[in-house]
């Protein structure tokens, strides 16, 4: 049994579940219990508040754990990165007062900063001969500067809209962040085995995110023209109908080259034109 430590509320805990549902791990999310078995693979899913998984999988608490990179590099706990997993994707930036004007990073000198992620700021000011003020807050860091408690924050950023609230405006991007799935460096064997299992499954899942499968029926003599502008991942296949003088391309396409491709193949005489989601993608 593997366990797998996982946030218990908020975008990251979403995203993860998700993840797990559509890799075919069906387990139950009830917030009121920590610990709990997947019906159908060998996982238990252990949930925790997202600064407490760095720690639980580096004592061996949990065996895995999907936490954000900004946590991941806060605790500079001593785990494994297994493999990003590319969403819950946000930044972590140093904002001041819309109305300062901002010369560069020698602006924060002397200044105080409000955070939440002391240790990645003061690794950050020191690499770049800066010294602050840290002061360290948790919750609502984005209003620190209007109540007159700091100059600056420095916190997650996403889409930027707390920050237009607030009144203040990113100037330096630290570091970009995503969810990681992390490992405990001592893993059995067995335990070993069933992460490649889920490793797989994760690729899988990967692999077919923003991809379309396409079948059409396609006039024989027009179906070397066809492949010709099919981007696919492989070859794609083709096959004879009972109709005389037709065939069958069955292809999968990405979605940011889809239409485009979809309106040559009706210029080419391609007709019965389907396209279909691709859940899962075997590699």
């Given at each position: ?62 065996d895995v754990g999907i936490v954000g990179h900004n946590e991941f590099a806060e605790r500079a706990e001593d785990a494994d990165i297994v493999r990003p997993l590319g969403f819950s994707k946000c930044r972590l930036s140093l904002a001041i007062p819309k109305a300062v004007d901002y ?181």
């Amino acid at each position: 049994m593997l366990r797998i430590a996982v946030q218990s509320k908020g975008r990251l805990f979403e995203d993860t579940m998700a993840l797990l549902s559509e890799a075919g791990i069906k387990v139950s999310s009830s917030k009121r219990t920590l610990l709990v078995q997947s019906s159908n693979f060998p996982v238990e899913v252990l949930y925790l508040r997202d600064d407490d998984i760095p720690q639980s999988v580096a004592t061996g608490v949990a065996d895995v754990g999907i936490v954000g990179h900004n946590e991941f590099a806060e605790r500079a706990e001593d785990a494994d990165i297994v493999r990003p997993l590319g969403f819950s994707k946000c930044r972590l930036s140093l904002a001041i007062p819309k109305a300062v004007d901002y010369p560069g990073l020698s602006w924060f000198a002397g200044k105080k900063i409000a955070t939440s992620y002391p240790g990645i700021l003061k690794n950050y000011l020191k690499q770049n001969g800066v010294e602050a003020d840290i002061h360290v807050i948790t919750g609502s860091v984005e209003i620190a500067p209007g109540i007159g408690l700091a100059d600056a924050i420095f916190d997650i950023v996403s889409s930027g809209s707390t920050l237009v609230s607030n009144n203040l405006k990113e100037v330096e991007v630290v570091m970009q962040s995503e969810a990681l799935l992390i490992g405990h460096k001592g893993l059995s064997e067995e335990k070993r085995a069933i992460l490649d299992e889920l490793l797989f499954r994760i690729e899988a899942v990967k692999s077919a995110e923003d991809k379309k499968y396409v079948l059409m029926n396609v006039p024989t003599d027009k179906v070397a023209d066809v492949v010709a502008v099919l981007p696919g991942a492989k070859s794609p296949t083709v096959m004879p109908l009972a109709q005389e003088g037709w065939s069958s391309v069955h292809t999968v396409l990405d979605e940011k080259c889809f239409w485009h491709i979809i309106t040559r193949l009706k210029e080419l005489g391609a007709q019965g034109i389907l396209v279909l989601p691709v859940e899962k993608m075997i590699l």
